[in-house]
């Protein structure tokens, strides 16, 4: 394996760190934090300096994609996340939501900030029961925690056990 | 669904929906994860998508059929086994996954795992249906 510097999965064999006082202990949530004191339009130029982009084969800036997003409007938008994985040969989020599901709820909630968002659908794949649990897990652990308000941002994982669409054969 | 849709379910459902039963039966075949009918105890499934079919998935299915004496999509006549053939299951990187109930096995790759696993299986007490794998956890 090439040395290349981990980004994502830094603290991936770090023991516990699918639990919230770990994940807190090793600097999570450290940028929601820094989110909630930002207007959104600083957290896209934000994101735009730091040039993340999106995972799938595409890799699609991800400031591009959120500036895309109606700011003025009277309809509220729903921040909705595929983590269906249906298409072959990227399993990639299975992983993260494994291992790292706070990575995951931390964010969800900055990319709420940044596209003023007060709702976010979670859609998980009726196959993947252990990463619904962790995932799962981790939002019940933040909601106890206070960092999600239940009047302000409500996140819920939907699992996917009662409808799932094949994936049609691709 | 370990049980299936038995006849009156289905009857069931067109009067609380007001939906002719073809109708239902049309939208619950769509969806993979509903059994329209009864299946084994341990319910396998074995991805048989693009990368898993690069590395023999379909030499394990036809090893399984042969072992079990069922084709894919069948029960063996104990109740025991249901061998389905699984679109991506989303376990690319460690070909080939077998999903049995709700719980999966990785990098399966040579027939003597697969018997390995069948013998296993044969051997377990309880099911292992989802159901039994989500336990109590629930959204707050």
């Not at chain 1, 450290?30 to 994101?47: C, G, T, Y």
């Not at chain 1, 252990?130 to 996140?155: F, M, T």
């Not at chain 2, 074995?46 to 029960?75: K, P, Q, W, Y």
Request: proline share 5%; with cysteine; hydrophobic share 35%.
């Amino acid at each position: 394996m090439s040395e290349q510097p981990q980004l994502l999965y830094k603290n991936r064999y770090v023991p516990g760190i699918k639990y919230l006082d770990t994940y807190v202990a090793h600097g999570g949530y450290d940028s929601f934090k820094k989110a909630l004191a930002m207007e959104p339009d600083a957290i896209i130029n934000e994101v735009k300096v730091s040039g993340l982009r999106g995972r799938g084969g595409a890799g699609f800036p991800t400031h591009i994609k959120w500036s895309a997003v109606p700011k003025n409007r009277d309809v509220e938008h729903y921040l909705v996340i595929n983590a269906d994985e249906g298409e072959p040969g990227t399993a990639k989020d299975r992983d993260l939501m494994n291992f790292l599901p706070h990575l995951l709820v931390e964010g969800c909630l900055c990319s709420m900030m940044a596209l003023r968002s007060s709702k976010c659908y979670i859609y998980i794949r009726g196959e993947y029961i252990a990463p619904w649990k962790a995932v799962q897990h981790a939002i019940n652990e933040a909601y106890k925690a206070g960092l999600l308000r239940q009047e302000r941002s409500r996140i819920g994982a939907g699992f996917r056990y009662l409808y799932t669409p094949r994936s049609r054969g691709v | 669904m370990v049980d299936g849709f038995p006849e009156r379910r289905w009857r069931r459902w067109q009067t609380i929906f007001r939906c002719p039963v073809p109708r239902s039966r049309g939208v619950a075949s769509y969806y993979t994860m509903y059994n329209k009918e009864k299946v084994g105890k341990h319910h396998i499934e074995v991805c048989h998508n693009v990368s898993c079919m690069v590395f023999g998935a379909d030499d394990l299915i036809h090893h399984i059929e042969h072992r079990l004496g069922i084709a894919a999509g069948e029960t063996t006549a104990d109740g025991l086994f249901t061998l389905n053939r699984a679109e991506c299951l989303g376990a690319c990187c460690n070909p080939v996954p077998i999903q049995v109930g709700g719980t999966y096995y990785e990098d399966i790759k040579t027939t003597a795992q697969v018997d390995a696993l069948l013998d296993e299986l044969r051997n377990k007490p309880g099911d292992t249906t989802p159901q039994a794998l989500i336990g109590d956890l629930k959204a707050i």
